[in-house]
């Protein structure tokens, strides 16, 4: 059974830090591209990072370039997104997803293999 299992979100000041972490399994990690998505109240689902299975290239969206950071520890299966100097439109529900082909320019509009049920990030200002 495939599972994604995000994690780290919570309630924190603007201008502070998080790390999140989903922890996969079920599926062969290190040969899966993983990104993280958001999806704010009232608004569609945003993909902010991406982060390849082969050579670790990343992309960030617009909105968190410079602030956020994405890794991944494949002996751990498990990918990460450092969030620093958090805003208040940073509150979101975050999802963690896989896809084995990796093709940024798919993955941003979505389309992924798999889907984790999401962390809540909420910034109060």
């Known amino acids: 059974e495939v599972q994604l299992q995000a994690s780290g979100g919570g309630l924190v000041l603007a201008g502070g830090s998080l790390r999140l972490s989903c922890a996969a399994s079920g599926f062969p990690f290190a040969r899966h591209a993983m990104a993280w998505f958001r999806q704010a109240p009232g608004k569609e689902r945003e993909a902010i990072s991406l982060?390849?299975?082969?050579?670790?290239?990343?992309y960030y969206a617009d909105s968190v370039k410079g602030r956020f950071t994405i890794s991944r520890d494949n002996a751990k299966n498990t990918v990460y997104l450092q969030m620093n100097s958090l805003k208040s439109e940073d509150t979101a529900v975050y999802y963690c997803?896989?896809?084995?082909?990796?093709?940024?320019?798919?993955?941003?509009?979505?389309?992924?293999?798999?889907w984790g049920k999401g962390t809540q990030v909420t910034v109060s200002s």
């Open positions: 997803a896989a896809d084995q082909v990796g093709d940024p320019r798919v993955m941003i509009r979505g389309v992924m293999d798999y």
């Open positions: 982060i390849s299975s082969k050579d670790g290239n990343t």
